[in-house]
């Protein structure tokens, strides 16, 4: 899903590139936004689905929500929703193969009370089937109450589904933080470059350094040091 100015097209292209190549199995790849401009052709384009938010509201991730939509482009069976800061570094064909009704990271910062909590860079459900299009309704008609008990949508997502009994995590070595797992800490930051964990399969980027600074060697912070790191750029096309 694209929406606003963060990210341009060049994102969702890079993301299409990777998945083509680490994908085996055949696929739709569907990018969801407001602006399909310079999307390449092999990019499978809708509008960004409706989910009725205030204007001015700080962004917490709500409109990721809209892919529960009822009949969303008429998805059926095993759907991976992958953020579009995410760098793909080995095969994704287990995501599908993992058992599972709803499949997401456990987020990296998760509370000891809300262990289950997940990171919604990359999960996978099932479209058409199991009545997702019911964590979009009730966020629809209990918005202000849900905003107010949760932080972002995906605490307010890991708690539906979680209610529901039917979430699961991938297994910890397949999506790894490049902030958390891959760059050394202080004062080995500046003389090791970041690395891949073993079984890393999809490096996910959330906060600063994006991957186009961890290319760059900035760490879009004073408080952490990322020295340049040529396999994201390897990864990242």
Not at 22 to 35: E, N, S, V, Y
Not at 96 to 105: D, K, M, N, S, V
Not at 149 to 177: D, I, K, M, T
Not at 186 to 193: E, I, M, Q, S, V
Request: hydrophobic residues 35%.
């Amino acid at each position: 899903m694209k929406w606003g100015s963060k990210y341009d097209a060049s994102y969702v292209n890079k993301l299409a590139s990777m998945v083509r190549r680490h994908l085996a199995r055949p696929h739709r790849f569907i990018c969801f936004t407001d602006d399909p401009t310079d999307l390449d052709a092999g990019v499978e384009r809708h509008p960004l689905p409706e989910v009725a938010l205030p204007d001015g509201i700080p962004e917490r991730g709500w409109r990721k929500l809209g892919i529960f939509q009822r009949n969303l482009a008429d998805l059926q069976g095993s759907t991976l929703f992958l953020d579009l800061d995410v760098v793909i570094v080995d095969a994704l064909d287990p995501f599908f193969e993992h058992p599972g009704r709803f499949c997401i990271i456990r987020d990296y910062k998760a509370l000891r009370r809300d262990r289950y909590v997940g990171n919604s860079s990359v999960f996978r459900f099932e479209a058409g089937t199991d009545g997702w299009e019911g964590i979009l309704e009730t966020f629809v008609r209990d918005r202000e109450a849900i905003r107010a008990r949760f932080r972002n949508e995906q605490e307010y997502l890991s708690h539906y589904v979680h209610s529901s009994g039917a979430l699961s995590h991938w297994p910890h070595a397949w999506c790894r933080s490049f902030k958390h797992d891959c760059m050394p800490g202080l004062p080995w930051a500046f003389f090791r470059t970041p690395r891949i964990p073993e079984g890393a399969r999809i490096i996910v980027f959330h906060g600063h350094p994006h991957p186009d600074e961890a290319i760059a060697g900035r760490s879009g912070s004073w408080k952490r040091h990322v020295r340049p790191t040529p396999w994201v750029a390897e990864h990242w096309r």
